[in-house]
T-cell receptor, first 113, second 111 residues
Framework: DVKVTQSSRYLVKRTGEKVFLECVQDMDHENMFWYRQDPGLGLRLIYFSYDVKMKEKGDIPEGYSVSREKKERFSLILESASTNQTSMYLC????????????FGQGTRLTVV | QKEVEQNSGPLSVPEGAIASLNCTYSDRGSQSFFWYRQYSGKSPELIMFIYSNGDKEDGRFTAQLNKASQYVSLLIRDSQPSDSATYLCAVSRTSYGKLTFGQGTILTVHP
């Protein structure tokens, strides 16, 4: 079974803190993604990576950065957390190619106070 | 116009009925289409994907794609209470497998 593991299920951080969300996959997938999910807005892509050290902005990259130093690990960084970044964050991975599905981690519920 | 739009919910159907979930997309270059199911508090999980015009059946689920109308749907036959969840339509056009999601439709199947 494909496994995508996010480092935390719940996080509470203060405004202005630098926040790291970690994601690890064990299927040697080329692609990895970070989405956030908010009620009524569905899943919105923040960043994705198609190879080690390669990254592309998604639809809502502002206030976020990413790092992919190893194929299996993709980190999302909130440079200075703000209350409007309170959300559910979902990491996903998938093989390269058209039509390949994305496998999701369990999600991290981040609350910024 | 949103890239991917789903019929507004919530949708409520009686047990045993057919549930019909609809999705339209704006990018004609879209190549692959996915339906994910998400139970409350859980991650999305893939139900079906389709990339050719027509119907694709898998058990009680049928996905339908009409590229000319830019429309994809999911039919759930003999709906069960365990089908109650949020259903997410997703579209991909690139070889990177990047998915664009609709906002989701909440389905409730009542006994």
């Amino acid at each position: 079974d494909v496994k995508v593991t996010q480092s935390s299920r719940y996080l509470v951080k203060r405004t202005g803190e630098k926040v790291f969300l970690e994601c690890v996959q064990d299927m040697d997938h080329e692609n990895m993604f970070w989405y956030r999910q908010d009620p009524g807005l569905g899943l919105r892509l923040i960043y994705f990576s198609y190879d080690v050290k390669m990254k592309e902005k998604g639809d809502i990259p502002e206030g976020y950065s990413v790092s992919r130093e190893k194929k299996e690990r993709f980190s999302l960084i909130l440079e200075s957390a703000s209350t409007n970044q309170t959300s559910m964050y979902l990491c996903a991975s998938g093989r390269a190619g058209v039509g390949t599905e994305a496998f999701f981690g369990q999600g991290t519920r981040l609350t910024v106070v | 116009q949103k890239e991917v739009e789903q019929n507004s919910g919530p949708l409520s159907v009686p047990e045993g009925a057919i549930a019909s979930l609809n999705c339209t997309y704006s990018d004609r270059g879209s190549q692959s289409f996915f339906w994910y199911r998400q139970y409350s508090g859980k991650s999305p999980e893939l139900i079906m994907f389709i990339y050719s015009n027509g119907d694709k059946e898998d058990g009680r689920f049928t996905a339908q794609l009409n590229k000319a109308s830019q429309y994809v749907s999911l039919l759930i036959r003999d709906s069960q209470p365990s089908d109650s969840a949020t259903y997410l339509c997703a579209v991909s056009r690139t070889s990177y497998g990047k998915l664009t999601f609709g906002q989701g439709t909440i389905l409730t199947v009542h006994p």
